[in-house]
């Protein structure tokens, strides 16, 4: 939904969610007072968010000035070329003095030839720093996006923040590269060509300065309308890369479901939505060029008019008039290209809005500003007490009841607790607040009684480590997936975690631990792709003092027949002796092989023992388990009739 369909959908969100308004953060002033650090008051002004690039663009700013600089030389070049064009005429060519000829025509080809260095050296010089500053803040943009919390994520459109990170960024790259500089260049150059032009005729002058007067007030009424057709086409672009990414990697359901087509009327709608709005703004391009063109043109014709009544009655000489006119054309050329100009400005200024729209979001899962240092050995104690829990609300503002009111659970060091609860009951959600991926709203979560927040996030997430149910792999071979946590695990030790999570599968695959896998890769069936997940997360965590001394297991082994499921808990418990365990659980067999059970309901744990005195005493839990007690050992394969 979230960040972009329009300003307002956006602004909407974040007063409902609770967020700090995006539009009323303020930048960073320098490029290092970075992700966490909070934004002083903004200041106001239309180029405002433009302007906050400066400090990433000020250690470029030699090869920028010298390049605005030559471009300037080349543009003035090109127009005093007219006048010593008229002074030729004026002089040697009228005087019949073809000796006197030889020098001007010499100063033309030297004009000529430093118009060119100008306009190589500009190109020459700018591309480096602009391709350096667009890495730069395509780098900035990741940090900040890896360092907000997955509420935050949550909350966009990943297809929104492709078009961030892609098009607004190539957009302001071609801003500091080319739009920034000729807007500069013109403001120089359009007042020293009329100026220029007024020290040759002032009439000329002044006919060319009244005609084209009109163009501020059309260029500022142009610059308001386009800016918000270009910020609607950017969000309405963002939200065709959300369709377009869903529909691709959703197309096996798509197909399925035979619902292909109505995804398609959906990308066709958005794509015409999008067309409407870019014929909006080449409408109104359209209008303005007309007046940028028409204008100049009509004042060349005053002037000629003009020149042609004076050289007749012999108060303006020939070479003037051409020299007027020649350099009046040549004045237009920048005055036409404004038109261009500021409706790349205007694209620029709403891709730098979203740009910081981002950038300017809060981390809210930070350090602490004195992080406690975690001890050289981790017991393991885990504890949660009175924890309270609501997902940040929606951009319809309605009232988010907590998934979790007061969840209070030790898990003793060394011990597996699975955490079992109906559908949608918060097991996920509890179980994301152990690493900090959500913070708690109430309550508090020790390790070893040191509270979670009191530790650095790094130095948490090195202790707790987590596995999903819904595994995900990269585009990288299988040694690069599964040693993810770690990139200085040898082969050994992928190998052995490999064991662990019993994906022996991986010796059948065509080149083994090298085969490619991920969305460009090897297509692998959903436990096996599990199993890869569940690797990753036990890679190198024996024998170490502080690493995955806590395991969060969110049913990672939910799509493993029973037999297998059984083979890798056993592994588990036998590789990561003395690692605390906390596990979601959905099967009998699951809750069977843990030490204790933790039955989550109504946003409290409401009961908690062995899986066996749960289905003994609990009707809740027994229900949840599938029924009754020697049905459900039954299932619970080599455990069937243990208790019967
Ligand atoms: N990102 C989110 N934003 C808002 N609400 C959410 C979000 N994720 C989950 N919820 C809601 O919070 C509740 C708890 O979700 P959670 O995923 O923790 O349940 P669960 O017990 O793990 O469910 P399951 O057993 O189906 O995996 C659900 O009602 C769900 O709709």
């Known amino acids: 939904m979230i960040v972009g369909r329009s300003v307002v959908c956006h602004r909407q969100y974040v007063s409902a969610g609770g967020f700090v308004s995006i539009a009323t953060q303020s930048p960073p002033t320098e490029p290092e007072s970075d992700l966490a650090a909070p934004s002083p008051a903004p200041a106001p002004g239309r180029l405002h968010s433009l302007r906050r690039f400066w400090p990433y663009l000020r250690p470029y700013r030699g090869p920028l000035v010298v390049a605005t600089v030559l471009a300037i030389i080349a543009t003035v070049t090109a127009i005093a070329i007219p006048v010593v064009v008229a002074r030729i005429i004026d002089g040697p060519i009228a005087r019949r003095d073809i000796d006197g000829i030889v020098g001007p025509i010499a100063l033309v080809l030297v004009l000529g030839m430093l118009e060119a260095l100008g306009v190589w050296g500009r190109r020459w010089l700018v591309s480096e720093p602009a391709t350096r500053f667009e890495i730069t803040m395509r780098a900035k943009l990741y940090r900040k996006l890896q360092s907000l919390a997955i509420a935050r994520h949550d909350a966009w459109e990943s297809g929104q923040l492709l078009s961030r990170a892609v098009d607004d960024l190539s957009t302001m790259r071609r801003f500091v590269a080319f739009v920034g500089p000729f807007l500069c260049i013109n403001l120089v150059v359009i007042p020293v060509g009329l100026l220029i032009l007024f020290a040759l005729s002032w009439e000329v002058g002044a006919i060319f300065v009244i005609v084209i007067f009109p163009l501020g007030y059309l260029c500022n009424r142009f610059d308001r309308r386009y800016s918000v057709a270009a910020r609607r086409a950017q969000d309405q672009s963002g939200d065709l890369a959300t369709t377009a990414e869903e529909s691709a990697q959703g197309v096996r359901v798509l197909k399925a479901f035979g619902r292909g087509a109505f995804f398609g009327a959906r990308w066709t709608a958005q794509a015409r939505e999008l067309q409407k709005t870019e014929l909006e703004k080449v409408r109104l391009d359209a209008t303005l060029w007309s007046a940028l ?110 998934v979790l009111r007061d969840v209070s659970l030790r898990v003793r060091p060394g011990e597996t607790l699975a955490l079992v609860g109906a559908t949608g009951s918060g097991k996920t959600a509890l179980l994301n607040l152990i690493p900090r991926l959500y913070d708690a709203d109430a309550g508090v979560i020790t390790i070893d009684g ?13 202790v707790v480590t987590i596995a999903f149910e819904d595994p995900v792999l990269f585009s990288a071979s299988v040694r690069e997936n599964v040693a993810l946590g770690d990139p200085t695990a040898t082969d050994a030790d992928v190998r052995r975690a490999l064991d662990i999570a ?111 005195q749960l289905l003994r005493t609990n009707t809740r839990y027994r229900e949840l388990m599938g029924g009754n007690p020697n049905q459900l050992y039954r299932k619970s394969g080599d455990r069937a009739g243990e208790l019967s």
């Open 450 to 462: 040191i509270d979670i927040t009191s530790l650095r996030v790094a130095d948490l997430r090195e």
């Open 502 to 612: 019993a994906a022996e599968f991986v010796d059948e695959l065509p080149w083994g631990l090298d085969t490619r896998i991920g969305e460009q890769g090897l297509s692998l069936s959903g436990g096996q792709r599990q199993r890869l997940a569940l690797a990753r997360a036990v890679l190198n965590r024996e024998g170490t003092a502080t690493r995955g001394r806590i395991m969060v297991l969110d049913d990672p082994l939910s799509a493993l027949d029973v037999e297998t499921e059984e083979r890798v808990q056993a592994r588990l418990r036998a590789a990561l002796s003395g690692v605390t365990t906390l596990l979601v659980a959905h099967r009998p067999s699951t809750a069977a092989l843990a030490d204790r059970v933790a039955l989550l309901a109504d946003g409290r744990i409401v009961a908690d023992g062995t899986h066996e």
């Open 293 to 402: 063109v028409g204008l100049p043109q009509i004042a060349v014709v005053f002037a000629l008019g003009y020149g042609g009544y004076a050289v007749v009655h012999g108060t303006m000489t020939m070479g003037t008039l051409i020299a007027a006119i020649t350099l009046a054309n040549l004045v237009q050329w920048p005055i036409i290209a404004t038109g261009f100009l500021l409706a790349e400005l205007s694209n620029a200024r709403t891709a730098a809005d979203r740009y910081w729209e981002i950038i300017d979001v809060p981390v809210d899962i930070a350090d602490p500003a004195r992080p406690v240092v975690p001890p050289e050995h981790i017991i393991g104690e885990l504890r949660l007490d009175g924890v309270r829990f609501a997902f940040p609300r929606g951009k319809d503002d309605t009232a988010v009841e907590p």
